[in-house]
């Protein structure tokens, strides 16, 4: 089991930043993918972008250039940093953990964090 828990939400101008961080309750090199995901009022839960156990990135199309995707394995935390953000950047964002085992996988969430941007 993996617990997570996000922070760095908040009030953001349009063209702001911000920083989201998510701290895991174990090795982030124990956990096989992590990612963050948000989800817009009335919308679906969308994938952000992910980081491998390997280090492999990817991101959605619309965070490509803006959004950067890291994680520090001594803080065990993941972090999103968020550059040139945009009114359709608000929603809640929520950091998840895929364990693999030999049983098949398990996706584990944190609470989320809220960002708004301004316009």
């Known amino acids: 089991q993996v617990q997570l828990v996000e922070s760095g939400g908040g009030l953001a101008q349009t063209g702001g930043s911000l920083r989201l961080s998510c701290v895991a309750s174990?090795?982030?090199?124990?956990?096989?993918?992590m990612g963050w995901y948000r989800q817009a009022p009335g919308k679906q839960r969308e994938l952000v972008a992910a980081i491998s156990v390997s280090g492999s990135t990817s991101y959605a199309d619309p965070m490509k250039g803006r959004f950067t995707i890291s994680r520090d394995a001594v803080r065990n935390t993941l972090y999103l940093q968020m550059n040139s953000l945009k009114p359709e950047d608000t929603a809640v964002y929520f950091c998840k953990a895929r364990l693999i085992s030999t049983s098949g996988w398990l996706d584990y969430w944190g609470q989320g964090t809220q960002v708004t941007v301004s316009s």
């Open positions: 174990r090795s982030i090199f124990t956990i096989n993918n």
